[in-house]
């Protein structure tokens, strides 16, 4: 059974800056892509950064240069380093897994997994 833990949410002043994790539990980790995604009160859910089984790994133009996505695959952990973070950054943040790796497009549709979000509050 797949099971996704999201942790490291918090809030922060616009700039600063926060590391979220992604525990893995029940199936074979480094064979998925995995991803996170955003959504904000009132807006979509919106595809942050996706890395896949190669390692390969996509962002959404609006966290280019300030997230980093990464992953520990014998921890089955992966991790998001968020910085210079930006009141728009704003979101509950979701982690989710991707069993054919098709994700690398950030669509929320080609991840069938997903945890139950962690908090990001940015003020300005």
């Known amino acids: 059974q797949v099971r996704l833990v999201e942790s490291g949410g918090g809030s922060v002043q616009s700039g600063g800056s926060l590391r979220l994790s992604c525990a893995a539990f029940?199936?074979?980790?480094?064979?998925?892509?995995m991803g996170w995604f955003r959504q904000a009160p009132g807006k979509e859910r919106e595809g942050v950064a996706a890395?896949?089984?190669?390692?390969?790994?996509s962002y959404a133009d609006s966290v280019k240069g300030r997230f980093t996505i990464s992953q520990d695959n014998a921890k089955s952990m992966m991790y998001l380093q968020m910085n210079s973070l930006k009141p728009e950054d704003t979101a509950m943040y979701y982690c989710?897994?991707?069993?054919?790796?098709?994700?690398?497009?950030?669509?929320?549709?080609?991840?069938?997994?997903w945890g139950q979000g962690t908090q990001v509050t940015v003020s300005s």
């Open positions: 989710a897994a991707d069993p054919l790796n098709y994700g690398m497009g950030l669509k929320s549709t080609d991840f069938g997994y």
């Open positions: 890395i896949d089984s190669d390692g390969n790994i």
């Open positions: 029940g199936y074979t980790y480094s064979t998925y892509c």
